[in-house]
């Protein structure tokens, strides 16, 4: 299992009940902070994250939204200078030649860590500008996509010693796992893997497999498609808008990945053969 990083898991003091037995001990949480995305002179958005990937964050959340495509667009990247001698809870980022309406963006963005598009100013502002179809060539085999929830289970660091993350992770199609991120935000983990790939140069990610934890909800989608991503496969359950938007733009979107099962809901041809069906 890889290292939890230090500002992600904070320790305290807690009571614990068990069978009618009571001790204090203490116990590892997952840390919270607000994290204010910048660019230039305008707060674009404020959103609860773990502390901890943070630059790849903002540029993931920029991506996804459609503000930028490739690193090449960004001049400076840069954490905020800490108040107080105290941390860091901004990024500050400074674009070339932008001509996006940071202004009209920024009334749209309000992003809590258990819903990225709850504060949308409305329904028609949560569709993304960025999402594009994903390539038609990839495959993915069954058996290998059965192995990865395991391999992302063990891979969880932060997880392993607070269980209070969600994760996500990139696979390749021999069921190696590249990369892997974690927060108190589902939304805000695809964001750093999304931020990790664009800083790397390896957008879009057209031959690669996501996997999240917990439900793959409409905005996880989304960003899935503004990474070029072919399939995203989550351990639980899909909403219907999720749903909807993969088989209109041609996702392959897979849930209740568990054990030797999972539920193909879009694009099952990248996964099972005509034979099969």
């Excluded at 674009?44 to 773990?50: G, N, Y």
């Excluded at 400076?76 to 001698?85: A, D, E, F, I, V």
């Excluded at 502002?125 to 289970?153: K, V």
Aim: hydrophobic content about 40%; proline content about 4%; glycine content about 10%.
């Amino acid at each position: 299992m890889t290292r939890a990083p230090e500002r992600s898991i904070e320790l305290t003091q807690v009571t614990e009940w068990n069978d009618g037995n009571v001790r204090s001990q203490q116990d590892w949480l997952a840390a919270e902070e607000p994290l204010e995305i910048r660019i230039g002179t305008t707060a674009l958005s404020v959103t609860m994250r773990t502390p901890g990937n943070d630059l790849e964050l903002a540029v993931g959340f920029l991506v996804t939204e459609g503000i930028i495509e490739s690193a090449d667009q960004i001049s400076s990247l840069r954490m905020g200078t800490p108040k107080n001698g105290g941390r860091s809870n901004r990024v500050e980022i400074e674009l070339k030649n932008s001509s996006v309406d940071l202004h009209d963006l920024r009334r749209n963005f309000a992003s809590a860590s258990g819903c990225g598009i709850c504060g949308k100013a409305s329904i028609d502002a949560i569709r993304s500008s960025a999402l594009r179809q994903p390539s038609t060539e990839f495959r993915i085999d069954p058996e290998i996509l059965c192995g990865m929830p395991e391999t992302l289970r063990s891979s969880q660091a932060v997880f392993g010693r607070t269980g209070g993350l969600h994760a996500a992770a990139l696979f390749c199609a021999d069921g190696q796992m590249l990369e892997i991120r974690e927060d108190i935000g589902r939304h805000n983990a695809v964001d750093k893997l999304i931020g990790w790939a664009l800083l790397q140069g390896r957008l879009p990610l057209e031959q690669k497999v996501m996997l999240v934890s917990g439900r793959g909800g409409f905005e996880i989608v989304q960003k899935a498609l503004a990474a070029g991503i072919p399939v995203l496969a989550s351990v639980s359950a899909p909403s219907s808008l999720a749903v909807r938007l993969a088989r209109e733009l041609g996702l392959t979107l897979i849930g209740f990945l568990r054990g030797r099962r999972f539920v193909v809901y879009a694009g099952e041809f990248r996964c099972i053969s005509s034979e099969s069906l």
